[in-house]
T-cell receptor, first 115, second 114 residues
């Protein structure tokens, strides 16, 4: 079946530094990838939608300069949390939509802790 | 716009008992419906989906859900749960035209105890 990987699975960083999270579709091409944020015991909040080769579309209230998204290829999207603060600590989940089937598959998530 | 309501934030049941996780949605257009399961510290896995055709859909691990258009519901059921079914369950909808985003409910935590 279709697999989406995320790296790293968890990361701890100091306040003020930047962190990059990678999302890869391993056995399919994804023209569209989604980035979600999940707070403890809450639902997934869509942060942005990225289409390969173009700028990401951010949801209302999400700072595009803080959460930089790059979707440079059909199998890779990255989320960079710039100048991270403790309130950015969360579980970040990416999802990739299969170009051929339109099915959406989710990665295992990345837990970010900012100290 | 679409919205999803999962009224039960937590459902405790005993092993081998039946369970129903409720999901209601609101949409002015036709939608696809999904149930996802999330185990601790993991991403989401698709459990089952309704796209069209038979209103009763089943998963490989014994869950089923029935699309009820008149009641705008897509409740998830299992006749006999296992300890391993303990997880968070999310209902989601998506417009059935074009490239539309998933809209998730707030989730229901299923707690199965021996």
């Amino acid at each position: 079946g279709a697999v989406v990987s995320q790296h790293p699975s968890w990361v701890i960083c100091k306040s003020g530094t930047s962190v990059k999270i990678e999302c890869r579709s391993l056995d399919f091409q994804a023209t569209t990838m989604f980035w979600y944020r999940q707070f403890p015991k809450q639902s997934l909040m869509l942060m942005a939608t990225s289409n390969e080769g173009s700028k990401a579309t951010y949801e209302q209230g999400v700072e595009k300069d803080k959460f930089l998204i790059n979707h440079a290829s059909l199998t890779l999207s990255t989320l960079t949390v710039t100048s991270a603060h403790p309130e950015d600590s969360s579980f970040y989940i990416c999802s990739a939509r299969d170009f051929s089937s339109y099915e959406q598959y989710f990665g295992p998530g990345t837990r970010l802790t900012v100290t | 716009a679409q919205s999803v309501t999962q009224l039960d934030s937590q459902v405790p049941v005993f092993e081998e008992a039946p369970v129903e996780l409720r999901c209601n949605y609101s949409s002015s257009v036709s939608v696809y419906l999904f149930w996802y399961v999330q185990y601790p510290n993991q991403g989401l896995q698709l459990l089952l989906k309704y796209l069209s055709g038979s209103t009763l859909v089943e998963s490989i691990n014994g869950f089923e859900a029935e699309f009820n258009k008149s009641q705008t519901s897509f409740h998830l059921r299992k006749p006999s749960v296992h300890i391993s079914d303990t997880a968070e369950y999310f209902c989601a909808v998506r417009r059935n035209t074009g490239f539309q985003k998933l809209v998730f409910g707030t989730g229901t935590r299923l707690l199965v105890s021996p």
